[in-house]
């Protein structure tokens, strides 16, 4: 079975702090994804890797930063959290991109929460 | 306009029901589809993948209509356990996947 793990489960962080969250993929995906996922809006695609050190922006990076130096770990950072980046964070693997048979799957999600 | 859309429900349904969702795209370029169940607090996992007319997996049936751009998961003889949030997300190509918002499913005793 596929394993995507997070470092956290839950996160509560202040304004203005730089915050941190690990995504670990045991199946030697190419590809790791980072979404958040917010009430009504479903899930929102923040940053993307394709390869070690490569990214790609999604469609909502701002204030938001990546680094993939390992194939197995993709990391997303708040360099100054806000309390509008409350959210449920998810990172996702996938192993042919740009198949269509390509497959997501999703880590078990950080739940972070800015004061 | 959103590029997934979803009637987000929730839909009510008595055991043993049979009940249906449907999803619209709007980028005619989409090449496949996906039916994701997420619980609870918990990660989206992987229901059905479309990439033709349609698939089958037990009392799970997923169509896809090209023509009019929609997707639907119909789901047989419903159990209790069924019940959580049922995402569409179509993928055009590349490696971006869109997500709909979610369908939430309640199947009461």
């Known amino acids: 079975d596929v394993k995507v793990t997070q470092s956290s489960r839950y996160l509560v962080k202040r304004t203005g702090e730089k915050v941190f969250l690990e995504c670990v993929q045991d199946m030697d995906h190419e590809n790791m994804f980072w979404y958040r996922q917010d009430p009504g809006l479903g899930l929102r695609l923040i940053y993307f890797?394709?390869?070690?050190?490569?990214?790609e922006k999604g469609d909502i990076p701002e204030g938001y930063s990546v680094s993939r130096e390992k194939k197995e770990r993709f990391s997303l950072i708040l360099e100054s959290a806000s309390t509008n980046q409350t959210s449920m964070y998810l990172c996702?693997?996938?192993?042919?991109?740009?198949?269509?048979?390509?497959?997501?799957?999703f880590g078990p999600g950080t739940r972070l929460t800015v004061l | 306009r959103k590029e997934v859309e979803q009637d987000p429900g929730p839909f009510n349904v008595p055991e043993g029901a049979t009940v249906a969702f449907n999803c619209t795209y709007s980028?005619?370029?989409?090449?496949?589809f996906f039916w994701y169940r997420q619980d609870c607090r918990k990660e989206p996992k992987l229901l059905m993948s479309v990439y033709s007319s349609g698939n089958e997996d037990g009392r799970f049936t997923a169509q896809l209509n090209r023509a009019s751009q929609y997707i639907s998961l119909l789901i047989r003889d419903s159990k209790l356990s069924d019940s959580a949030t049922y995402l569409c997300a179509a993928r055009t190509g590349g490696f971006k996947t869109i997500f709909g918002a979610g369908t939430r499913l309640f199947v009461k005793a």
């Open positions: 890797s394709y390869d070690v050190k490569m990214k």
């Open positions: 996702a693997s996938s192993s042919v991109g740009g198949a269509i048979t390509d497959t997501q799957y």
């Open positions: 980028n005619s370029a989409s090449q496949s």
